[in-house]
C-alpha cells in the first residue's frame, strides 16, 4: 500500500508516527484490560450493541488494540498495524458520531484511562488526527542510510507527539469543568430546592466522594434503577 502514495516522506516522520500511533494504542488497550467491566460499561451506555455482545466486543476491542499497537512498532509489520489501526480508529469513531446526533455527548468515551472523557467534537478531531498518523506511517520512505542522529530525532519526535495527545486527552477530560457558567445559570436553577419534589434531597459531598470511589458491575442496571426511582418521584428523565 505505501509504495502506492505518490509522495515520500523523511523516516523520521514515518517512524515517530508510527511509535506514537503504536503506543496510543498500547496504552488504551492495557488500561481497558485492566478493567473489563469499567469499559464493558462504557460500551453498554453507548447503546450501539445488544447485551448479549458486550462482554465479548469489551474483550476484543482492547485485544484488536493491542495487537495493532504492537504491529506499528516493527517496520516489517507496520502496514499491517497501520491498516487495523485505522480500522479499529473508525469504528471507534463511527462509535462517537452516531451517539453525538443522538444528543448523548456527556457519556463517557470508553477511551481507557481513570479520567472521564465525555463525547465531543474533539474528540473526532482527535481521532482524525491519530489516523493522519496513520497515513504518515504508510507514506514511503525515501532510500538512505540511517544515522544516529535520525535515531535522535526520532525519539525527541515521538514524545513531543506523545505528549501532544497526551495534552489534547487531558483538555477533553477536562472541557466538561469549563462549563461552569452553564452550571451556575441554566442547571443549577433548574434543579434547586424549590424545583425539586418534596422530600427528595441532594447527594451532599461525602455521598458523592464514597459513589466516585465505587464502580458498579453492570451500568445498565444501575441505569435502569435510576430513572426508575426518577420516574417514581415524579421526575421525568430522558433514557
Sequence with gaps: MGAALPFALDPVLGHAAAATLGAVLLLGAISKLRDLALFRGALDNHRLLPRALLAPAALLLPLLELVAGALRLPTASRESGALLGLAVLVL??????????????????????????????????????????????????????????????????????????LAVNQLLSNQPRFGRRYISQVLLPRVSSPTLPAGLRPYDGEEIARLRRTRPADVGAVRQQLLGQGHTAGIAIEP
Design 92 to 165: 471507534v469513531t463511527g462509535a462517537v458520531v452516531i451517539n453525538l446526533r443522538r444528543g448523548r455527548e456527556r457519556i463517557d468515551c470508553g477511551c481507557g484511562g481513570s479520567e472521564h472523557v465525555p463525547l465531543s467534537r474533539g474528540l473526532v478531531a482527535r481521532n482524525a488526527g491519530l489516523a493522519l498518523l496513520a497515513l504518515v506511517a504508510l507514506a514511503p520512505a525515501p532510500a538512505r542510510a540511517t544515522v544516529w542522529l535520525d535515531l535522535a530525532a526520532t525519539a525527541f519526535a515521538t514524545l513531543f507527539l506523545l505528549g501532544l495527545v
